[in-house]
């Protein structure tokens, strides 16, 4: 038992603890627990995971999206109470996972906490057939699911971290289930809540680590040595003890789960933001963090990322912070009554929002292999679009249609992958182009930023970013079948002219209507050098919304060329490092350097 004390003592040395506030994922897709609702709200914050962010936040479900093994992934998020400034403490993780059992789901209700095995339970794994999403005649899992039934299930089942602080909480049960910030032990689909609050977690968890950017550069070294990608989780085949101690002591083995074995995360310095913003960086430019996809190939993958912040009031890194501070002894209590020049003023402080976790995470999305072709060093960078429909207001705290990233910055002779998703399921009454309720983009090159009309095709021509004509027709359109499309003419005719009806007809090619809700136009290699402007003729609406873009291609070094570079530079550190002795060898005449130079005979010298 003294073992686990010093763990106790170590947990609380080194463990992130957090506080209230929102964040929220905007490329990829984050869902915050939705699924396919119309209203301004999602309906159920316990469908997956405890996201605690505002009920108004996430996207819509859209068909799934894929990503090539090596491309660059910019992962986008704002958070409310900003990071890297004298106000808070804070980190963002960044994770993914992959599993057969993975999926997004066809419900927003929470999967049933049951084995199934009566005969007929509506169990987490039940299938419906067709899809309801997508009207396709397959079988689907009816329930969402990230980690599995069996993780949750040893959750529920291990005894809790009793040596963490927890201030003046009172966790209600003895379990990992139940914590400072969960006190009451509420399931959110069947994610750990000891694990969701706490990282690095000490116990295995089919999280791989990202990413950690930290406004203590400092700690970068405790995170990559204790990445689960590098260090072994242990832990006991008894479920409940959660300590090697009790474990063998109460005849159980304490057993090993092997590191993922990958690279440690990265891990660097947050840039600085305010708080009480859910805004972009002090650049203008989204929060984001430039993530290169893994070589871990599979067809259901899942990206989280969590936002840990907590208070000043007390230094969660200190040693002496642990459970001895719990109760009476907590340095803060519940809505505290201070005293003031005789009188008192009381707090709206609660403790369970002192150090805590918030997170977003992605639908689900495929990790695929490089087209056959295409080199495992050729840079792949994938340009998306975030945002849903709507005015500023109607969206928030999600953000209106842009480019992700706005700003792509290419080599010649790299490539893009061009994709994005949406849905059909906006709240109706949300402003935009076309059909209610649908997210539609598409790309047209334009002159200059400032244009808000795209370019003639002949003028493109002239300096396409896409020199392929029949390429630029798809981006624009979108593949519409022309054969259902109608012309204005045809619409006004249809609607006797009726412009706001014209406007919502699914036959209203112009405004993308017929359009997928997912488009994907491969891979496109990068040929041409120059500064290109585009942007989206259905949701650029100047003066309500902007959704422009801009691809920067310079020159690439050819192979050649780099290694001449590397010659070149072999050949002067020789020079160099030959001139230096000759000096040092002549200001020091004694020297065993000068001594040999002397007595090396010089070679003949032609005349």
């Known amino acids: 038992m003294k073992k686990f004390k010093s763990l106790f003592f170590i947990f609380c040395l080194i463990i992130i603890n957090y506080i209230l506030c929102d964040v929220y994922m905007h490329n990829p897709r984050g869902c915050n627990n939705r699924l396919n609702e119309s209203g301004q709200n999602r309906d159920n914050n316990n469908r997956l995971y405890d996201t605690q962010n505002n009920a108004k936040g996430g996207y819509c479900w859209g068909p799934e999206m894929h ?45 049933p906490d049951n084995a199934g095995e009566q005969s007929g339970a509506d169990t987490y794994n039940k299938t419906v057939r067709p899809d309801p999403l997508t009207g396709e005649d397959k079988t689907v899992f009816f329930y969402g699911m990230h980690e599995s039934y069996s993780y949750f299930q040893e959750c529920k089942r291990r005894e ?46 089919p999280w791989k680590d990202i990413a950690i950017l930290t406004d203590s550069i400092e700690r970068c070294q405790y995170y990559t040595k204790e990445s689960q990608n590098v260090k072994d989780r242990n832990y006991c085949n008894l479920t409940v003890f959660n300590n090697e101690n009790n474990c063998r002591a109460n005849g159980g083995s304490w057993l090993t789960s092997p590191s993922f074995d990958i690279a440690p995360p990265t891990c660097q310095i947050i840039e600085s933001s305010r708080d009480n913003h859910l805004g972009n960086s002090p650049g203008g430019q989204p929060h984001l963090f430039n993530w290169t996809i893994p070589n871990d190939l599979h067809e259901q993958c899942v990206l989280r990322l969590r936002y840990n912040i907590s208070t000043a009031d007390y230094d969660p890194w200190n040693s002496n912070v642990n459970s001895s501070l719990n109760g009476i002894a907590s340095p803060v209590s ?23 976790t918030f997170q977003d995470r992605s639908y689900v999305f495929a990790i695929r292999p490089r087209p056959n072709g295409i080199s495992s060093s050729a840079t792949i960078h994938n340009l998306n ?72 095709d002949s003028d493109i021509s002239k300096n396409p970013l896409f020199e392929d004509s029949s390429l ?67 949701n650029n609406n100047f003066s ?51 001594k040999k130079l002397s007595s090396t005979p010089l070679s003949p010298v032609l005349h």
């Open 334 to 356: 519940e809505d505290s009554s201070e005293p003031f020049m005789g009188r008192n003023y009381t707090l709206a402080f609660d403790t369970a929002q002192t150090g805590r």
């Open 67 to 111: 990503f090539y093994v090596g491309s660059i992934l910019p992962i986008e998020w704002t958070a409310q109470h900003g990071c890297n400034n004298p106000n808070t403490h804070c980190e963002i993780v960044l994770q993914y996972m992959c599993g057969n059992e993975v999926r997004d789901g066809r419900t927003t209700q929470t999967p």
């Open 385 to 456: 679009v975030r945002g849903k429909r709507g005015n500023i207001v109607q969206v928030y705290p999600a953000v209106e249609y842009d480019f992700a990233p706005t700003h792509l910055h290419a080599k010649q002779n790299e490539y893009i992958h061009i994709q994005w998703t949406g849905c059909d399921t906006n709240p109706q009454n949300n402003d935009g182009e076309g059909t209610r309720g649908t997210d539609r983009s598409n790309i047209v090159q334009m002159k200059a930023p400032g244009d808000n009309h795209p370019a003639s």
């Open 544 to 594: 309500n919304r902007s959704q422009k873009g801009v691809i920067i291609v310079e020159e690439s070094i050819p192979t050649w060329a780099i290694a001449l570079i590397v010659i070149g530079s072999i050949l002067f550190a020789i020079i160099l490092i030959g001139a230096i002795a000759i000096l040092y060898a002549r200001s020091h005449p004694e020297s065993t350097i000068n």
């Open 472 to 538: 630029r027709f798809k981006l624009a359109y979108l593949d519409q079948n022309n054969t259902y499309c109608l012309s204005f003419d045809q619409l006004n005719e249809k609607h006797s002219g009726n412009i706001a009806e014209v406007e919502q007809d699914r036959q209203n090619c112009a405004k993308l209507n017929a359009a997928s809700k997912y488009y994907n136009a491969g891979l496109i290699k990068l040929n041409k050098t120059g500064t290109f402007h585009y942007m989206s003729t259905r």
């Open 160 to 205: 809790r971290n009793k040596g963490i602080f927890v201030a003046d909480q009172k966790p209600k049960g003895e379990t990992a289930r139940y914590t400072r910030q969960n006190p009451n032990g509420n399931r959110n689909g069947f994610e750990c809540p000891e694990e969701r609050d706490y990282y690095p977690y000490w116990h295995p968890t």
